[in-house]
Protein backbone atom coordinates (compact mmCIF):
# COMPACT_ATOMS: atom_id res chain seq x y z
CA UNK A 1 0.00 0.00 0.00
CA UNK A 2 1.01 3.41 -1.07
CA UNK A 3 1.39 6.26 1.80
CA UNK A 4 3.27 9.43 2.38
CA UNK A 5 5.67 9.96 5.27
CA UNK A 6 6.92 13.38 5.91
CA UNK A 7 9.60 14.15 8.48
CA UNK A 8 11.41 17.20 9.83
CA UNK A 9 15.20 16.92 9.37
CA UNK A 10 17.77 19.34 10.74
CA UNK A 11 19.43 20.07 6.88
CA UNK A 12 21.63 23.26 6.69
CA UNK A 13 23.22 23.02 3.12
CA UNK A 14 22.94 21.17 -0.08
CA UNK A 15 25.39 18.36 1.25
CA UNK A 16 22.83 17.62 3.78
CA UNK A 17 20.10 17.60 1.19
CA UNK A 18 22.88 15.04 -1.24
CA UNK A 19 23.22 13.07 2.01
CA UNK A 20 19.58 12.50 2.30
CA UNK A 21 18.96 11.86 -1.04
CA UNK A 22 21.36 9.26 -1.29
CA UNK A 23 19.70 7.08 1.34
CA UNK A 24 16.20 7.66 0.27
CA UNK A 25 17.41 6.64 -3.38
CA UNK A 26 18.85 3.05 -2.24
CA UNK A 27 15.75 2.26 0.13
CA UNK A 28 12.90 -0.12 -0.94
CA UNK A 29 9.61 0.89 -1.46
CA UNK A 30 10.64 4.40 -2.22
CA UNK A 31 8.29 5.58 -5.35
CA UNK A 32 9.45 9.23 -5.22
CA UNK A 33 10.67 12.01 -2.87
CA UNK A 34 10.71 15.63 -2.05
CA UNK A 35 13.45 17.50 0.07
CA UNK A 36 13.09 21.16 1.09
CA UNK A 37 15.94 22.33 2.69
CA UNK A 38 14.31 25.80 3.71
CA UNK A 39 11.59 24.38 5.45
CA UNK A 40 13.81 20.84 6.43
CA UNK A 41 11.04 18.74 5.34
CA UNK A 42 11.17 15.52 3.79
CA UNK A 43 8.31 13.90 1.98
CA UNK A 44 8.24 10.33 0.81
CA UNK A 45 5.92 8.34 -1.06
CA UNK A 46 5.50 4.68 -1.81
CA UNK A 47 5.44 1.49 -0.38
CA UNK A 48 7.25 2.13 2.81
CA UNK A 49 6.30 1.97 6.64
CA UNK A 50 7.39 5.28 8.59
CA UNK A 51 9.60 4.35 11.04
CA UNK A 52 11.86 2.40 8.59
CA UNK A 53 11.73 6.26 6.28
CA UNK A 54 12.61 7.88 9.97
CA UNK A 55 15.47 5.06 10.25
CA UNK A 56 16.84 5.41 7.36
CA UNK A 57 17.32 9.35 7.21
CA UNK A 58 18.55 8.97 10.70
CA UNK A 59 21.53 7.51 9.14
CA UNK A 60 22.78 10.40 7.88
CA UNK A 61 23.25 11.95 11.16
CA UNK A 62 21.04 14.51 10.78
CA UNK A 63 18.33 14.92 13.47
CA UNK A 64 15.05 13.65 12.26
CA UNK A 65 11.52 13.65 13.73
CA UNK A 66 7.82 12.99 12.25
CA UNK A 67 6.94 16.18 10.67
CA UNK A 68 4.20 17.51 13.36
CA UNK A 69 0.08 18.15 11.96
CA UNK A 70 0.53 21.70 12.68
CA UNK A 71 2.81 22.14 9.94
CA UNK A 72 1.83 25.96 8.95
CA UNK A 73 2.50 27.05 12.66
CA UNK A 74 6.09 25.51 12.76
CA UNK A 75 7.26 27.74 9.92
CA UNK A 76 5.84 30.47 11.56
CA UNK A 77 7.02 30.21 14.96
CA UNK A 78 10.93 29.86 13.48
CA UNK A 79 11.47 33.28 11.75
CA UNK A 80 10.25 34.75 15.46
CA UNK A 81 12.54 33.04 16.59
CA UNK A 82 15.21 33.87 14.39
CA UNK A 83 13.75 37.27 14.89
CA UNK A 84 14.51 37.30 18.28
CA UNK A 85 18.23 36.26 17.89
CA UNK A 86 18.60 38.40 15.35
CA UNK A 87 17.91 41.29 17.28
CA UNK A 88 20.05 39.90 20.28
CA UNK A 89 22.94 39.50 18.42
CA UNK A 90 23.56 42.81 16.74
CA UNK A 91 22.62 44.77 20.49
CA UNK A 92 25.72 42.63 21.13
CA UNK A 93 27.57 43.92 18.30
CA UNK A 94 26.84 47.36 18.72
CA UNK A 95 27.90 47.51 22.37
CA UNK A 96 31.54 46.68 20.62
CA UNK A 97 31.22 48.74 18.21
CA UNK A 98 30.56 51.15 20.64
CA UNK A 99 33.45 50.21 23.06
CA UNK A 100 35.78 49.98 20.42
CA UNK A 101 35.85 53.84 19.20
CA UNK A 102 36.35 54.77 22.72
CA UNK A 103 39.05 52.86 23.24
CA UNK A 104 40.36 54.48 19.83
CA UNK A 105 39.76 57.68 21.15
CA UNK A 106 41.38 57.32 24.66
CA UNK A 107 44.63 56.17 22.14
CA UNK A 108 44.40 59.06 20.34
Do not use: H, Y
Amino acid sequence: MSQTVVLKVGMSCQGCVGAVNRVLSKMEGVESFDIDLKEQKVTVKGNVQPEAVLQTVSKTGKKTSFWEEGASAAPESKPAETVAETESKPAETVAETESKPAETVAAA
